[in-house]
């Protein structure tokens, strides 16, 4: 079984930067999955944030490209989500997804019902 657990989150000042990681303390893929971070900030929708894919090929939303980058260490089985010159309006709940499959080619056209596994999330509070 999969098992992911983010942290990482804090109460920062705009402008601060944050790394939030994602461990999967359960079992390994045979292959790198698709895997994902979404926030939700209170009262708004669920939003994708960034991807990666199969292939280490990564895929940002409008509102953190430039700012933040997505990355994998499958040594360590972690996802990492670095956060820089963070605003308020990036303050929500962060969460981390996997897939079961690389999906090379649909990764990042996959909507989050699409994704099987998922973390308990981890808080990132941005304040002026």
């Known amino acids: 079984q999969v098992l992911l657990e983010e942290s990482g989150g804090g109460s920062v000042q705009a402008g601060a930067s944050l790394t939030l990681s994602c461990v999967n303390s359960g079992s390994s893929f045979s292959r790198p999955p698709c895997m994902s971070w979404f926030r939700q900030a209170p009262g708004k929708e669920r939003e994708g944030v960034a991807r990666i894919d199969g292939n280490g090929n990564t895929n940002y939303a409008d509102s953190v490209k430039g700012r933040f980058t997505i990355s994998r260490d499958s040594a360590k089985n972690t996802l990492y989500l670095h956060m820089n010159s963070l605003q308020p309006e990036d303050t929500a709940m962060y969460y981390c997804?996997?897939?079961?499959?690389?999906?090379?080619?649909?990764?990042?056209?996959?909507?989050?019902?699409?994704?099987?596994?998922w973390g308990q999330g981890t808080q990132v509070t941005v304040s002026l």
């Open positions: 997804a996997s897939a079961r499959s690389p999906w090379y080619s649909t990764c990042f056209s996959r909507s989050a019902e699409d994704f099987s596994y």
